[in-house]
């Protein structure tokens, strides 16, 4: 099991970015995929995850709204399409996957993880 994380950037506030998350080695049906972020000095926390299995997606409430988590089947690869960026999201963005199906939104319940790929959000 694999994570290739990318798509980070620069951006000013109010605009859009989108991170992937390329998976290999398995299939993203039979996983719960989350993306979490870490920002200088502070804990890594939950951003958005998803089980597509059971139709489920969720979002922390600091994004809900702005950010959209969605996958392409054929690329075996996850999106974090993020809009309305703010200077606060800024932050190294990581993928994390686990085999179980439920999103819980502790890092230690995740056993597989990408790279990190930095966000910064400013003019």
């Known amino acids: 099991v694999q994570l290739q994380a990318s798509g980070g950037g620069l951006v000013q506030p109010g605009g859009s970015l989108r991170l992937s998350c390329a998976a290999s080695?398995?299939?993203?049906?039979?996983?719960?995929i989350a993306w979490f972020r870490q920002a200088p000095g502070k804990e890594r926390e939950f951003v958005a995850g998803?089980?597509?299995?059971?139709?489920?997606?969720y979002y922390a409430d600091s994004v809900k709204g702005r950010f959209t988590i969605y996958r392409d089947d054929a690329k075996n690869t996850v999106y974090l399409q993020m809009n309305s960026l703010k200077p606060e999201d800024t932050a190294v963005y990581f993928c994390?996957?686990?085999?179980?199906?439920?999103?819980?939104?502790?890092?230690?319940?995740?056993?597989?993880w990408g790279q990190g790929t930095l966000v910064t959000v400013s003019s």
């Open positions: 994390a996957a686990r085999i179980l199906r439920t999103i819980p939104t502790t890092r230690d319940q995740y056993g597989y």
């Open positions: 998803a089980s597509w299995s059971g139709g489920v997606t």
């Open positions: 080695g398995f299939t993203l049906e039979d996983y719960a």
